[in-house]
């Protein structure tokens, strides 16, 4: 007897966050034989098979009937191919993307099955990210999942229409933009993606290490690639217009240097006047319904002045790798 839905969990090398989602999933308020879990390894290591054998046991002994698949991903990486890989092992007519990061609700796989079995090709469901009272610019940043429209977290999609768009693009090699680049393309082809109130799942932040949000700039190559694929629908989802005071910062910098060079003074402290008033106001902006305590707001004040330098590196990366006119 086949289930209803197939639950689709990449994981690489997060043992311990994954054994909380599986935990999460076999409380789910469907009957076991509903539903099927499939772990996709993208390492594979053995702590991960350990886990997923483990709660494969624990599942089999409290809930008869339920399975938990353990998946290697043995080709291309990145959760674009290691959901390739889930969705094409599913036994079941619906897919269920979550992460191995999130805590899935009671209720979620019954809210999700709900809102597609009024007609849709796919939905997304709710995401919520709990925060402190005064939380990080990072913590503030991740807490964008909460409005955000048809992310892997928490989504459900028809097997057919994973098969009519080809699943996942796996270009995508990491956690950015494969869902928005789904998305556009079943938007394209069904015209309809609905939401599902229900289908819950809650995504707790994990610590980050000071000055995170500079690495995290490398991930806007990959928004040269959608844009590249949907240009009109990156300007309505995404970002309406390129992040113009990044470059004038740059362009301050750059100026500022050549007029020092040149002896032209005046020229190179008006060039850094400006790039100092485009920073603070960058810096107070972040800093605005965040934590003050003094080692954010200096992490915000460094990360201010880095950041607009390396987003427009690798946008200007992400052009020339895709050949797309993106700045």
Same mark, same amino acid.
Not at 228 to 235: A, D
């Given at each position: 007897?086949?289930?209803?839905?197939?639950?689709?969990?990449?994981?690489?090398?997060?043992?311990?966050?994954?054994?909380?989602?599986?935990?999460?999933?076999?409380?789910?308020?469907? %009957?076991?034989?509903?539903? #099927?879990?499939?772990?996709?390894?993208?390492? %594979?290591?053995?702590?991960?098979?350990?886990?997923?054998?483990?709660?494969?046991?624990?599942?089999?002994?409290?809930?008869?009937?339920?399975?938990?698949?353990?998946?290697?991903?043995?080709?291309?990486?990145?959760?674009?191919?290691?959901?390739?890989?889930?969705?094409?092992?599913?036994?079941?007519?619906?897919?269920?993307?979550?992460?191995?990061?999130?805590?899935?609700?009671?209720?979620? &796989?019954?809210?999700? &099955?709900?809102?597609?079995?009024?007609? =849709?090709?796919?939905?997304?469901?709710?995401?919520?990210? %709990?925060?402190?009272?005064?939380?990080?610019?990072?913590?503030?940043?991740?807490?964008?999942?909460?409005? =955000?429209?048809?992310?892997?977290?928490?989504?459900?999609?028809?097997?057919?229409? &994973? *098969?009519?768009?080809?699943?996942?693009?796996?270009?995508?090699?990491?956690?950015? *933009? #494969?869902?928005?680049?789904?998305?556009?393309?079943?938007?394209?082809?069904?015209?309809?993606?609905?939401?599902?109130?229900?289908?819950?799942?809650?995504?707790?932040?994990?610590?980050?290490?000071?000055?995170?949000?500079?690495?995290?700039?490398?991930?806007?190559?990959?928004?040269?690639?959608?844009?590249?694929?949907? %240009? $009109?629908?990156? *300007?309505?989802?995404?970002?309406?217009?390129?992040?113009?005071?990044?470059?004038?910062?740059?362009?301050?910098?750059?100026?500022?240097?050549?007029?020092?060079?040149?002896?032209?003074? $005046?020229?190179?402290?008006?060039?850094?006047?400006?790039?100092?008033?485009?920073?603070?106001?960058?810096?107070?902006?972040?800093?605005?319904?965040?934590?003050?305590?003094?080692?954010?707001?200096? $992490?915000?004040?460094?990360?201010?002045?880095?950041?607009?330098?390396?987003?427009?590196?690798?946008?200007?990366?992400? =052009?020339?790798?895709?050949?797309?006119?993106?700045?």
């Amino acid at each position: 007897m086949k289930p209803r839905v197939s639950v689709v969990v990449p994981t690489l090398r997060r043992p311990h966050l994954l054994a909380r989602c599986l935990a999460a999933l076999l409380r789910q308020d469907l %009957p076991a034989s509903a539903f #099927e879990i499939i772990v996709v390894d993208d390492g %594979p290591d053995v702590a991960t098979e350990r886990v997923v054998r483990r709660w494969s046991a624990s599942g089999a002994a409290s809930r008869p009937g339920l399975i938990v698949h353990y998946r290697a991903n043995r080709g291309a990486h990145g959760p674009a191919a290691a959901r390739n890989v889930g969705w094409r092992a599913a036994r079941a007519p619906v897919v269920a993307f979550t992460d191995d990061d999130t805590i899935p609700s009671r209720s979620w &796989l019954a809210g999700g &099955l709900g809102a597609i079995d009024n007609g =849709a090709m796919a939905v997304w469901g709710r995401v919520r990210v %709990p925060l402190p009272s005064h939380p990080t610019d990072y913590e503030l940043d991740a807490a964008g999942l909460d409005s =955000a429209v048809f992310v892997t977290a928490n989504c459900f999609v028809r097997a057919s229409a &994973l *098969r009519d768009v080809g699943g996942f693009d796996e270009r995508f090699r990491v956690a950015w *933009r #494969e869902d928005s680049d789904l998305y556009f393309r079943l938007l394209k082809r069904y015209r309809r993606v609905d939401p599902a109130p229900r289908a819950v799942v809650l995504h707790p932040v994990r610590p980050a290490r000071f000055g995170i949000s500079i690495s995290q700039q490398r991930k806007v190559i990959f928004d040269a690639l959608l844009y590249r694929k949907h %240009p $009109e629908l990156y *300007r309505t989802n995404i970002r309406q217009q390129p992040p113009y005071p990044y470059y004038v910062s740059v362009l301050m910098l750059l100026l500022a240097a050549a007029a020092g060079v040149l002896g032209h003074s $005046e020229l190179a402290w008006v060039a850094c006047a400006v790039w100092f008033g485009v920073t603070a106001e960058f810096t107070v902006r972040r800093l605005r319904r965040t934590s003050r305590s003094v080692v954010h707001v200096l $992490e915000m004040c460094v990360t201010s002045a880095v950041i607009p330098i390396v987003a427009v590196f690798w946008r200007l990366a992400g =052009a020339f790798r895709f050949r797309v006119l993106f700045v």
